[in-house]
């Protein structure tokens, strides 16, 4: 089947109501704010909804419309598409999103203009692409082990489809590793072609930043919008144990983002912060044309030498900037007002509505 094609994106936009656009998304994540800040800056908005998820919808009356649907994956069905495209629908997509409808449907069959760069999601979303990415804007990343017998420091482990942290495990020797994967193996938790593809890589012993990002197509600008740290489960949960209980319990911790907290990074760190955003922009430029287009999200560990670390990466909006619905220190300084991801993502296509130039933002 053939990609979704940008003349074909921007056909369907010929046809669009320019006054009359609607902000959409999807009914999860981080919807809240995008419509919201849709809203905010003066767009209708429109909400496709599973079935039984509408209540905070509801409860925080953040859409216009609500297209109710059987399950998240139907976001890709013809009739949903017809009734997005009726109502001058821009999408803008977020985690949920891409997991629900579908890399290869996003790619192939979602005929719906879309916030962004629709081709850079695959870039986030698998592993070795992403690590491309990094890697191209020379951006400090963890080592990577390619053969676990090479293992000599701490290093974590993760498998495909695993990620979000459940079944990620920590080893610091080879024999570590197996008797790791031996106990993972007997508890049916994984087959042998998920050890052929264990991604294992350096430790990083550090506190987490999840720093997001906005860059301007219109303004080829790259800027800091907000700050979280991960609330994980049940690692947040372990350490809570003393010391010597969590060596006796037989629990092998996970990593599940269950929730996020606002956070600000030392301000000496914030050149580091500024350098790593603007590589990963100027890398995708170069790998994934036209590269970065509005949110995105580098997320780091700092180590004891002050390195900002950057373990994964996301090109849309990512789930911690549901820490500053209401603008956070950075976006305070830089606009002054309640500026959260989702009023930034509605004020570009509001400026490239106004400027003529929807082209640039939209795919
Ligand atoms: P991820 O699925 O890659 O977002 O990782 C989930 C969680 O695992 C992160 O939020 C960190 O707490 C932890 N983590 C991931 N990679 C590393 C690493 N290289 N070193 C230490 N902790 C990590």
């Not at 859409?63 to 009734?83: G, L, P, R, S, T």
């Not at 606002?262 to 922009?281: M, W």
Request: charged share 30%.
């Amino acid at each position: 089947m053939g990609k979704v094609s940008k003349e074909k994106i921007l056909e369907i936009l010929d046809g669009y109501d320019k006054d009359n656009i609607t902000i959409a998304t999807l009914g999860s994540h981080t919807s809240l704010h995008i419509l919201n800040g849709a809203k905010a800056e003066g767009f209708r908005t429109a909400i496709v909804c599973e079935k039984g998820r509408e209540i905070p919808y509801e409860r925080f009356d953040v859409a216009d419309e609500f297209i109710m649907v059987d399950k998240f994956a139907d976001i890709v069905n013809d009739d949903v598409q017809d009734k997005l495209r009726a109502m001058n629908a821009i999408v803008v997509p977020h985690g949920s999103f891409v997991a629900y409808a579908g890399l290869d449907n996003v790619e192939d069959i979602f005929e719906v203009p879309m916030f962004g760069n629709r081709d850079i999601l695959r870039w986030e979303a698998e592993r070795d692409l992403e690590r491309k990415l990094l890697i191209n804007g020379d951006v400090r990343i963890p080592y990577k082990y390619d053969d676990p017998a090479d293992i000599d420091r701490a290093v974590m482990v993760k498998f495909p489809g695993a990620r979000g942290g459940r079944g990620y495990f920590v080893a610091s020797s080879p024999e570590e590793f197996n008797a790791k994967i031996e106990a993972m193996k007997s508890r049916g938790w994984i087959e042998d072609e998920d050890i052929e593809q264990a991604h294992i890589e350096e430790y990083v012993c550090g506190c987490n930043y999840c720093i997001h990002y906005f860059y301007s197509a219109l303004n080829d600008e790259v800027e800091l919008m907000g700050m979280d740290s991960r609330y994980e489960s049940s690692i947040d949960g372990f350490v809570r144990m003393p010391a010597k209980d969590q060596l006796e319990v037989d629990l092998s911790p996970s990593y599940v983002v269950t929730g996020n907290h606002p956070v600000v990074i030392r301000e000496s760190l914030l050149t580091q912060v500024f350098d790593i955003g603007d590589k990963l922009v100027k890398s995708a430029a170069e790998l994934v044309k036209p590269g970065l287009n509005g949110a995105f999200c580098m997320q780091t560990l700092v180590n004891d030498n002050l390195e900002v670390v950057v373990f994964e990466t996301s090109a849309r909006t990512d789930g911690g900037t549901n820490t500053f619905m209401e603008g956070s220190s950075y976006s305070y300084l830089k606009y002054g007002e309640g500026m959260s991801m989702g009023r930034r993502t509605a004020r570009e296509i509001k400026n490239a509505i106004e400027q003529d130039a929807l082209d640039k933002v939209i795919t």
